[in-house]
């Protein structure tokens, strides 16, 4: 017999049937709380007590630091697969064949171009334009060029094109928008190359000097880019599953997560690590000291890269990246006077009973600058490069959504406001 949660309400009693997931997780299923108890809701700001949905793509444990893809461990994937490779399992259920992944590739290698009249949006751009902005917009706009998109109930195979468009679009357009800001020109894609070398390609060659493929680098990149291809209902994925849920096309639906994705609190943490970084380095190094600042309630800084919603124990793509920062700055011969700074804030952090007490650990933005910066990433580029791994989670999770023929999101509130008054002219005010 299934398992129910009781609810006493003014005397009566409720009862509220309880949802478990193949985890072993259990959810009290409140969708029929308000019509069933005359108008009460729930309330949760920031939804830390909230499923908003059943999903199959990733599983995590936050006590346990166990993160999983469609049932694959991320460490396995980080360690043996291609990028394109986990982005087919998430966005497909499952691992592809070698002819899907061949024909996967081969349809990506196609689409890697943007319509020549993209061009023109990037020009109007100014310099100084964060690379999130202008990432944002393109992808929106990308809409415009494929109205096709905006079919919601176009076939499998237009849909699939829609997904395959994007994830070979998205590396152009990051590279452009960085091209754009260093007001270099573009370089356009080479199918020659794979997915990870090709974004190398558009981002560092020039007109008159290749970009030489560095197997160190491009091995970074690619295992970086799996270690952020989904993380379930984060802040970015559920802003890309709620737009999608009001049939809004899937570029805007991205394009939302986008710019959701930018704010310091989530993906935009990793550019605010580095400055982070540099600003104790600037200050002479003193960790103590800003761990202090972190801790002191009238103090607005906060420990960037540290913490996290879901994992109270070790992020596990933390614990990835930490180990191949060490690795790729060695084999770059790189010695960064950062990645020290943030080993001792890490280690004075994880000692003091403030961090301790609310289990604060360092999350995958703790180090992943750190390596961005060795491959010469530019820091205002961090941000892209989190969208770029995210954007196989996001297809996926806007694919399930509409798969499984989700309501729109729309949610409740309490409200807290003026009762009823009449109007009153403004001479008499
Ligand atoms: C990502 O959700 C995901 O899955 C996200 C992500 C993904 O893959 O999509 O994993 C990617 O966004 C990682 C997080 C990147 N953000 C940062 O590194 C920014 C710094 N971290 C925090 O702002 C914070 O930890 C959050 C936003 C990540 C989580 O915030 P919560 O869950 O809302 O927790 P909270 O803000 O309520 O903090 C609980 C306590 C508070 O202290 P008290 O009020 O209990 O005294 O912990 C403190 C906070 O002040 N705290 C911190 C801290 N993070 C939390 N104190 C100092 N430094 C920090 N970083």
Redesign the pocket.
Known sequence: MSEIAKLELNGKLYELPIIEGSENEKGIDISKLRSTTNGYITIDP?F?NTGSTKSGITY?DGENGILRYRGYPIEQLAEKASFLEVSFLIIYGDLPTKTELDSFKESITNHTLVHEDMKQFFEAYPAKAHPMGVLASMVCSLSTFYPESLDHNRTPEAKDLTIHRLIAKLPTLAAWSYKNAMRHPFMYPNNNFDYCENFLHMMFAMPTSEYKTDSTIVSALNKLLIL?AD??Q????STVRIVGSSHANLYASVSAGISA?WG????G?NQ??IEMLNQIADDGGDVDKWVAK??D?NDTF??????????KNF?P?ATIIKKACDDVLNKLGVKDPLLEIAKKLEKVALEDE??KA?N?YP????YSGIIYKAINIPTEMFTVM?ALG?LPGWIAQWKEMIQNDEPIGRPRQIYNGKNHRDYIPVEKR
Do not use: I, Q
């Open positions: 920031g830390k995590l952020h993380h379930e984060n802040c970015s994925t994705l310091p609190l989530h993906g943490a605010a690590v972190a801790k309630k906060r420990l960037m890269g540290f913490g996290h919603r879901v994992y992020d793509r403030y961090f609310r604060l999350n995958v933005d703790f989190f995210r």
